[in-house]
């Protein structure tokens, strides 16, 4: 069965950097687009970043610039690095994936995420 689960999360002082990572285990015949979502307390869940099969990425405006998201899926995992956090990115983050596992269809999968504190 597939699963993802996030690790990497912490609290650090604005500013400081933070690199998560997003381990997949299970049946996979074939990753496709990947990506970082996060959820701040009373708020809903925001895409932070995406990255293709083929390496193209995207990102939300509020972390241009300071986020990088990348993946090898030889090791069949995915990253975030971030830099110059801000308090505002306090959220729980969670590991995305389009993943067939059998060649037959492809399916959303969500890891459990992993906190990410900021402090001022």
């Known amino acids: 069965q597939v699963q993802l689960v996030e690790s990497g999360g912490g609290l650090v002082q604005s500013g400081g950097s933070l690199r998560l990572s997003c381990a997949a285990s299970?049946?996979?015949?074939?990753?496709?687009?990947m990506g970082w979502y996060r959820r701040a307390p009373g708020k809903q869940r925001e895409l932070v970043a995406t990255?293709?099969?083929?390496?193209?990425?995207s990102y939300a405006d509020s972390v241009k610039g300071r986020f990088t998201i990348s993946r090898d899926n030889a090791k069949k995992m995915v990253y975030l690095q971030m830099n110059s956090l801000k308090p505002e990115d306090t959220a729980v983050y969670y590991c995305?994936?389009?993943?067939?596992?059998?060649?037959?269809?492809?399916?959303?999968?969500w890891g459990q995420g992993t906190q990410v504190t900021v402090s001022s």
């Open positions: 299970g049946s996979i015949f074939r990753f496709n687009t």
């Open positions: 990255i293709t099969s083929r390496g193209s990425t």
């Open positions: 995305n994936a389009m993943i067939d596992p059998d060649g037959l269809g492809q399916r959303n999968y």
